[in-house]
């Protein structure tokens, strides 16, 4: 059995939306006539590559960049399909765990939502570590928010250089303004 979601909208007007099964995960680009095609992926696994030959485990999120290039939370891993049409992995990996660090010494533990600012920093919603995570532009992944166990990050946006924390749990239950400037 397959299932179908909508991820994002390219600037032009194109649907990017994640088809899975069993043993893929496919990017799909829709149109606007409706038109639809494999724009990234091929089996499921964890394989950087070629768009159309790399391998995607489970995507969950994804954020345009001002390069052009798309960013996603993969599993427990954070990867950007470049313009160019390379899948790379920026930070973590196949298994799940707390870590900062630079790349695949970076662990996350359920990543649920991303945002990037205008300096190309990389916010993650770190659910499963209840935490907010940034990956610096030059890969280095830092802890900016934590909270302990008295919320659970979501989701995260940026907007007029503040970020905006969605919680998914604990007391407050809705989005809150975290960071400022």
Request: aromatic share 10%; no cysteine; hydrophobic share 45%.
């Amino acid at each position: 059995v397959g299932w179908t979601y909508l991820l994002t909208v390219g600037a032009d007007g194109s649907f990017y939306f994640v088809s899975g099964y069993p043993d893929q995960v496919r990017l799909m680009k829709m149109n606007a006539s409706g038109a639809a095609d494999v724009f990234a992926g091929s089996m499921r696994g964890m394989a950087d590559g070629p768009a159309r030959e790399a391998q995607f485990r489970e995507v969950r999120a994804a954020a345009w960049g001002a390069d052009g290039a798309l960013y996603l939370i993969d599993g427990d891993s954070i990867r950007k399909l470049s313009a160019d049409g390379m899948v790379t992995t920026l930070a973590g990996g196949p298994d799940e765990g707390f870590a900062d660090g630079a790349g695949a010494a970076a662990r996350f533990h359920h990543p649920s939502g991303l945002a990037l600012d205008a300096q190309g920093n990389i916010f993650v919603a770190d659910f499963g570590n209840r935490r907010i995570r940034k990956i610096s532009p030059a890969g280095e992944v830092s802890t900016v928010g934590d909270a302990g166990q008295a919320w659970t990050p979501a989701g995260v946006a940026v907007a007029g250089g503040d970020l905006y924390v969605l919680e998914r749990f604990g007391a407050y239950n809705g989005p809150s303004i975290f960071l400022r400037g």
